[in-house]
């Protein structure tokens, strides 16, 4: 059990530079909190004596062997004596000064304290033009609608939390996308997110830091996408499969006339191939998404949804197979119906513009059928044990 109110959290990789100093406005921030506290660095195997610094300031030091941002502070939280969790990096670009901003809201109920620079104030020469202006903006804005989570800076590292309420959260990452993970798991588990104004200043170290921009922000993307089936498969994938069974609905009496441009063009079985491409297309997205949907939630990635729930009380094996088994008949009307047309022409030659408006068809329903009856024994497997 947390034997105190706060601790102060900072991975480590080599700081020696900074870290004396982020250490002591740390200790400074907790006695003029006037709470009980600690200042703990996750050292991830430095080389340079930061351990010796940050003992000599007075911090306690976890030696954390898993190389990576997420990896020490996944350890250094799990070692925290504090009931409160103060994080942030140890190259003296945040102000721990700033905590008396964090506590109030944490007193208040909230789960997860996010500083926000954008709302405070960034320094000349702090943050990349490219990180100011598209990275972080960018990838704000698309957590902010996969997961509707109320932040607007989602990748600012100074941020306080009920350690418990992160601890049962069960993060995994060990790299840069941690940042992401904390705040898209608190949303999916439903904890109280609130943000402060906080400070970015120059990082204070002479080296290059160990964020990568390109490398990292398409593992933070990824991360957000992974995590979002929705959005990465079912959307998508509805959106495709509307638009080719819109498409193969007008195709399908006969040619479809466009004016455009003053001229008139004509759409004709060759587009219904590929409208039909997009059904079968779009189907295949969809199951993808159900399939990441419930596999998501058997493996402990996405937390459990009510509306799954209800939707697979009637969407069962036997349900699927019903349906696939539909679909293969329905093809295999249309084919023999085809087969009944040349026979009666004398297997000869037929138009082959009229034929392909119902081979086209027919051979899409069998694959559709194939692939539903399929789906819903893969489906049934991966729900074996949520049943």
């Given at each position: 059990?947390p034997?105190?109110?706060?601790?102060?959290l900072m991975?480590?990789?080599?700081?020696?530079?900074?870290?004396?100093?982020c250490v002591?406005?740390?200790?400074?921030?907790?006695?003029?909190?006037n709470v009980?506290?600690?200042v703990?660095?996750?050292?991830n195997?430095?080389t340079?004596?930061s351990?010796a610094i940050?003992?000599?300031e007075?911090?306690r030091?976890v030696n954390?062997p898993?190389r990576?941002?997420?990896?020490?502070?996944?350890?250094g939280?799990?070692?925290?004596?504090g009931?409160?969790?103060?994080m942030?990096?140890?190259d003296?670009?945040y102000h721990?000064?700033?905590?008396?901003?964090?506590?109030p809201k944490?007193?208040?109920?909230h789960?997860?304290?996010m500083g926000?620079?954008f709302?405070?104030?960034?320094?000349?020469?702090a943050?990349?033009?490219?990180?100011?202006?598209l990275g972080?903006p960018?990838?704000?804005?698309?957590g902010?609608?996969?997961?509707?989570?109320?932040?607007?800076d989602?990748?600012c590292?100074l941020?306080a939390?009920?350690?418990?309420?992160?601890l049962g959260?069960?993060l995994?990452?060990t790299?840069?996308e941690?940042?992401?993970e904390?705040?898209?798991k608190?949303?999916?588990?439903?904890?109280?997110?609130?943000?402060v104004?906080?400070?970015?200043?120059?990082?204070?170290r002479?080296?290059?830091?160990?964020l990568?921009?390109?490398r990292?922000g398409?593992?933070?993307?990824?991360f957000?996408?992974?995590?979002?089936?929705?959005w990465?498969f079912?959307?998508?994938g509805?959106?495709t499969l509307v638009?080719?069974l819109l498409?193969?609905?007008?195709l399908?009496?006969?040619?479809l006339?466009i004016?455009?441009?003053?001229?008139t063009?004509?759409?004709?079985v060759?587009?219904l191939?590929?409208?039909?491409g997009l059904?079968?297309?779009?189907a295949?997205?969809?199951?993808?998404a159900?399939?990441?949907?419930?596999f998501?939630?058997q493996?402990?990635?996405l937390?459990r949804?009510a509306?799954?729930?209800?939707?697979?009380?009637y969407v069962?094996l036997?349900?699927?197979?019903?349906?696939?088994c539909f679909l293969?008949?329905?093809g295999a009307g249309l084919?023999?119906?085809?087969?009944?047309l040349?026979h009666?022409?004398g297997?000869?030659n037929l138009?082959a513009?009229?034929?392909?408006?119902?081979t086209l068809?027919?051979?899409?329903l069998m694959?559709?059928g194939v692939?539903?009856?399929?789906?819903?024994?893969?489906?049934?497997l991966?729900?074996?044990?949520?049943r």
């Amino acid at each position: 059990m947390p034997d105190l109110d706060l601790t102060i959290l900072m991975p480590c990789l080599n700081e020696a530079e900074t870290l004396a100093i982020c250490v002591r406005q740390a200790v400074d921030a907790i006695k003029a909190s006037n709470v009980s506290g600690e200042v703990l660095v996750a050292d991830n195997g430095s080389t340079d004596g930061s351990q010796a610094i940050a003992l000599l300031e007075g911090a306690r030091v976890v030696n954390v062997p898993t190389r990576g941002y997420g990896a020490a502070l996944i350890a250094g939280i799990e070692a925290a004596r504090g009931r409160y969790v103060m994080m942030a990096d140890a190259d003296a670009s945040y102000h721990f000064e700033h905590l008396p901003r964090f506590l109030p809201k944490l007193n208040e109920g909230h789960d997860l304290v996010m500083g926000n620079r954008f709302s405070g104030s960034i320094e000349p020469g702090a943050m990349p033009p490219l990180h100011r202006y598209l990275g972080n903006p960018v990838l704000s804005a698309i957590g902010q609608i996969f997961f509707r989570i109320p932040v607007r800076d989602f990748h600012c590292g100074l941020r306080a939390f009920r350690r418990d309420a992160i601890l049962g959260l069960h993060l995994r990452t060990t790299g840069m996308e941690f940042a992401s993970e904390m705040v898209v798991k608190s949303s999916l588990a439903g904890l109280r997110m609130t943000e402060v104004p906080t400070t970015l200043s120059p990082d204070g170290r002479s080296r290059p830091p160990h964020l990568r921009s390109w490398r990292d922000g398409w593992r933070h993307l990824r991360f957000l996408l992974l995590y979002s089936p929705r959005w990465l498969f079912f959307y998508p994938g509805l959106m495709t499969l509307v638009g080719g069974l819109l498409l193969s609905a007008a195709l399908l009496p006969g040619p479809l006339p466009i004016h455009f441009g003053g001229a008139t063009h004509t759409l004709d079985v060759d587009t219904l191939t590929y409208a039909l491409g997009l059904v079968l297309i779009g189907a295949h997205i969809t199951v993808f998404a159900v399939s990441a949907r419930v596999f998501g939630t058997q493996e402990g990635f996405l937390p459990r949804n009510a509306s799954y729930d209800r939707v697979f009380e009637y969407v069962t094996l036997e349900t699927g197979l019903l349906i696939g088994c539909f679909l293969l008949l329905l093809g295999a009307g249309l084919l023999a119906y085809a087969v009944h047309l040349w026979h009666a022409a004398g297997f000869g030659n037929l138009p082959a513009q009229h034929m392909l408006r119902l081979t086209l068809p027919s051979a899409t329903l069998m694959m559709l059928g194939v692939e539903a009856i399929f789906a819903s024994f893969f489906l049934s497997l991966l729900g074996l044990n949520r049943r």
